[in-house]
């Protein structure tokens, strides 16, 4: 049987672009982005870092508006404060955003990478930047390390490094102000680094890691490590927002050759779509798990149809069917299910939310305990209590018995003031008279106030003679 040739065209999904056929890593210098989708990105970015830096300052109610400190399980959502006792409160979050990302992908795209994701943002927009201005071009840096070390050359390299080690700790700060906050950040500035070891190695571990992440592992942070590209091509449809070429329109591919008449489609196979990816790929291959949408092909072969007379957009943001039939339809029966499912997520959530208590106390009769017959006429019942404090800030709590009336008894001088997400326990003797209990087993209302505020109202079993 005579084999099949296979050729690039056809087999662009069998193989990584960033690996070459000799199993090395392929090393990008994408031409430097110029174009009106490229200075959207550059103003969207200054938004974006602006939020960014500034969020970790703002407080409400004194505390950060956003906070994630997976260390103590405590997590800030823009004001809202999930400790851990509310971890089934968290994972209906994430559950919520998880749908949110499956249903914005499902319609958009890869919007969020290309345009939100702080490794795009940070990678091409601050690093690569740093690196066009010291470097140059990527001619210019091919022909750079291809050289011989000069003085040129060290001076340029050392330079390039230093700013990217420099971005890099200031990246690590902006991480751990959102897992600290910025209040215990500061304290390596204002106190002895030999009281804060932990914190002060913490920065520079995760230094060391956008650094490496930032100078060496770059684009594969998207195609290697981050699983959202693979999942692309589960939750996207043909129904789904990408940067695409118009293959309809662009092919058969040609070069343009003055003064003959042409007969092949828009596309003049200048390349220049691939010069400018910063994973590598050629766009007009069709939607590939590289491409983190970042517009630079938009930009490059626009330019390219403007100096040769054709019509913009022939690779732009479209879809599928919009380049098949010429029709487009975002919302389909996939999409409403999915809003469907988003909106009963998010109304259980608000009303969880909203009915949530500040505290939640435990309170049960202690293990092989009796009831006591007092010589008042009264029965008492011992129980050991908790209290866990569900909020960011100081409670003072105080337990009173709804009905039946009687009288509690606290076992020595329990300090019930709860810090933030914490929690005070003790031993509480219950005391009724004998007359207000009809039956064996009684339940107990009781409720939790602070000051004149009652927080929460909570049931129990009091045990009594027959």
Known sequence: MKPTTVTSEDSFRDHFSGVSEDGKRNWFYPQKPKGLWHHR????????????????????????????????????????????????????????????????????????????????????????????????????????????????????????????????????NLLLSYVIGVDELSKIVSEPIDQHVPLFSGIVIFTAVFYFNFAWLRDQACTVVCPYGRLQGVLMDRNSIVVAYDYKRGEPREKLHKGQDRNAGDCISCFQCVAVCPTGIDIRNGTQMECVNCTACIDACDTMMDKVGFDKGLIRYTSENAIVSGVNK?????????????????????????????????????????????????????????????????????????????????????????????????????????????????????????????????????????
């Not at 999409?335 to 998010?346: E, G, M, N, P, Q």
């Not at 866990?388 to 606290?410: A, C, H, M, R, Y």
């Not at 003790?426 to 009781?446: D, H, N, W, Y």
């Open 330 to 466: 975002l919302i389909t029966n996939r999409t409403r299910a999915y809003i469907v499912v988003l909106i009963l997520l998010w109304s259980v959530l608000g009303y969880l939310v909203v009915s949530r208590n500040d505290t939640q106390t435990t309170l049960f009769r202690a293990p092989g305990s009796q009831y006591i017959e007092n010589k008042d006429g009264t029965i008492s019942n011992i129980y050991t209590f908790k209290i866990f404090n569900k909020t960011n800030k100081i409670v003072k709590p105080t337990i009173q018995l709804d009905s039946p009336k009687g009288t509690l008894l606290f076992a020595g001088k329990p300090d019930l003031t709860l810090d933030g997400a914490g929690m005070s326990e003790g031993t509480v003797f219950i005391i009724i008279p004998k007359s207000a209990l009809k039956t064996r087993k009684t339940k107990l209302q009781l409720s939790v106030f602070q000051g004149k505020e009652k927080l929460e109202t909570f049931e129990t079993t009091f045990m009594a003679p027959e």
């Open 41 to 172: 990105r550059v103003l969207f970015t200054v938004f974006i870092l602006i939020i960014l830096f500034v969020t970790p300052f703002i407080k409400y109610n004194n505390q950060p508006l956003l906070l994630f400190n997976v260390l103590e399980r405590k997590f800030i959502i823009f004001g809202l404060f999930i400790g851990p006792q509310d971890y089934w409160l968290f994972g209906l979050t994430m559950l919520s955003f998880m749908v949110f990302i499956v249903l914005f992908t499902i319609i958009f795209g890869r919007l969020w990478c290309g345009w939100a994701c702080p490794q795009t943002v940070f990678m091409e927009m601050v690093f690569r930047k740093i690196e066009y201005a010291i470097e140059g071009d990527s001619g210019k840096q091919k022909l750079l390390n291809n050289a011989p070390w000069t003085g040129d050359k060290i001076l340029k390299k050392a330079a390039k490094y230093s700013a990217f080690l420099l971005v890099s700790f200031v990246i690590a």
